[in-house]
């Protein structure tokens, strides 16, 4: 079974930092890109960043482009998501969600998401 | 990046209905577009991937149609689980860009 298991969201100030987590097991991390999907409270689906298979290349969406940096360690089947310089905007849900292949695809499984609040 | 819009925001219609849902693309992209379904507190599932092929466990009613920029989402006969809020995504190019949903609601 294909499971992806989120830690590390929680309270932060406005300028502060944190690390999120997706440990996953059920198929073989290394085969498949990996995606960070934020939803604000309220609102819509927002694909923040993607890593590629072997973790070679990564994609931002601009809003969070210099602040937001995905990794993955491939020993361990677990990606990351580093979040700096948060705003209040950046409050939302956060989901890790397998692709479909190795350079990404449609998001096939997902975490069950971690809550981001910025606030002071 | 590229806009992905979705029509209706909101739907009302009854068990036993047909519906569709619209989703248009700013560029033209083949059939790489997918589909989720996401309820109230819980994390999003794929309905749909390439537009058209129905993924795991997916039943039958859903359908998916569409190239370039234009996508269809059809339920072919509502039932009580399928009132949710639907997305459709396009994955050609990075990033990633999500329409902004459509929210089915019980007539």
């Known amino acids: 079974e294909v499971q992806l298991l989120q830690s590390g969201g929680g309270l932060v100030q406005p300028g502060g930092s944190l690390r999120l987590s997706c440990s996953t097991s059920?198929?073989?991390?290394?085969?498949?890109?990996m995606n960070w999907v934020r939803q604000a409270p309220g609102k819509g689906l927002e694909c923040v960043s993607t890593?590629?298979?072997?973790?070679?290349?990564?994609y931002y969406t601009d809003s969070v482009k210099g602040r937001f940096t995905i990794s993955r360690d491939n020993s361990k089947n677990t990606l990351y998501l580093q979040v700096d310089s948060l705003r209040d905007d950046d409050t939302a849900i956060y989901y890790c969600a397998r692709g479909g292949g190795t350079t990404g695809g449609s998001l096939t499984y997902w975490g069950q998401g971690t809550l981001v609040t910025v606030s002071s | 990046d590229i806009q992905m819009t979705q029509s209706p925001s909101t739907l009302s219609a009854s068990v036993g209905d047909r519906v569709t849902v619209t989703c248009r693309a700013s560029q033209s992209f083949s059939t790489w577009l997918a589909w989720y379904q996401q309820k109230p507190g819980k994390a999003p599932k794929l309905l749909i991937y390439q537009a058209s092929i129905l993924a795991s466990g997916v039943p039958s009613r859903f359908s998916g149609s569409g190239s370039g920029t234009e996508f269809t989402l059809t339920i072919s006969s509502l039932q009580p689980d399928d009132f949710a809020t639907y997305y459709c995504q396009q994955y050609v190019a990075y990033p990633y860009t999500f329409g902004q949903g459509t929210k089915l609601e019980i007539k």
């Open positions: 059920g198929f073989t991390f290394a085969n498949y890109a």
């Open positions: 890593i590629t298979n072997s973790g070679s290349n990564t």
